[in-house]
């Protein structure tokens, strides 16, 4: 079965903590990316990547980091210094170029401070 | 002032009954328009794609773009209760940044 697997479904952090949320593909996407949900917010531009070793901040990066080492995974780092990290986290990916704009989504994970 | 604006709901309708879904946005560089159905805690999947201005009709959903107002709608016939979800528009500049601006989402209820 081909998709997007983020772990763990529900995720705690301790004050002073980093986390990591997991985001693996096996579509052979080129392009990932991780978005935030707050209720009422919509779903905001943490990062994104379009190919390996590269990726590009987007509207809320800060407190947040990722890395890129393998085309298949898109890990998301919360740091301690991201003050208010409760939200629910979505990775996505898509085909890099292809015109219809299709983000297949993970089922996410809900991060909450302890 | 955001770039994306939807109006959250909650939108309560009874089974059978037209639905009109729509958002707003402020940058004319928007020029692909898309609409994403998310049921509680999931992810989002896409359900309708645009490119510019137009409508674009699949089965019972039709999505349509006034780039002149900058206004797009997605109208939902004969709702049914497996429609209950939340509804996000989504749109993406021509050129520059290759990602997409998420509208806060209306959340759809169908009542049997």
């Known amino acids: 079965d081909g998709g997007i697997t983020q772990s763990p479904k529900y995720l705690f952090r301790k004050e002073g903590q980093n986390v990591t949320l997991s985001c693996e593909q096996n579509?052979?996407?080129?392009?990932m990316y991780w978005y935030r949900q707050d209720p009422g917010q919509g779903l905001r531009l943490i990062y994104y990547?379009?190919?390996?070793?590269?990726?590009q901040k987007g509207d809320i990066a800060e407190g947040y980091s990722v890395s890129r080492e393998k085309k298949e995974s898109f890990p998301l780092t919360v740091t301690s210094a991201q003050k208010n990290p409760t939200a629910f986290y979505l990775c996505?990916?898509?085909?890099?170029?292809?015109?219809?704009?299709?983000?297949?989504f993970g089922s996410g994970t809900q991060l909450s401070v302890l | 002032q955001k770039e994306v604006e939807q109006d959250p709901g909650p939108l309560s309708v009874p089974e059978g009954a037209i639905v009109s879904l729509n958002c707003t946005y402020s940058n004319s560089a928007f020029q692909y328009f898309m609409w994403y159905r998310q049921y509680s805690r999931k992810g989002p999947e896409l359900l309708m794609y645009?490119?510019?201005?137009g409508n674009k009709e699949d089965g019972r959903f039709t999505a349509q773009v006034d780039k002149s107002s900058k206004y797009i709608s997605l109208f939902i016939r004969d709702s049914q209760p497996s429609d209950s979800a939340t509804y996000l528009c989504a749109m993406k500049r021509d050129t520059g940044r290759r990602a997409l601006t998420f509208g806060s989402g209306t959340r759809l209820q169908v009542q049997p």
């Open positions: 645009t490119y510019s201005s």
């Open positions: 996505a990916s898509r085909i890099a170029g292809e015109a219809n704009e299709k983000l297949f």
């Open positions: 579509l052979n996407h080129d392009a």
């Open positions: 990547s379009q190919i390996v070793n590269d990726f």
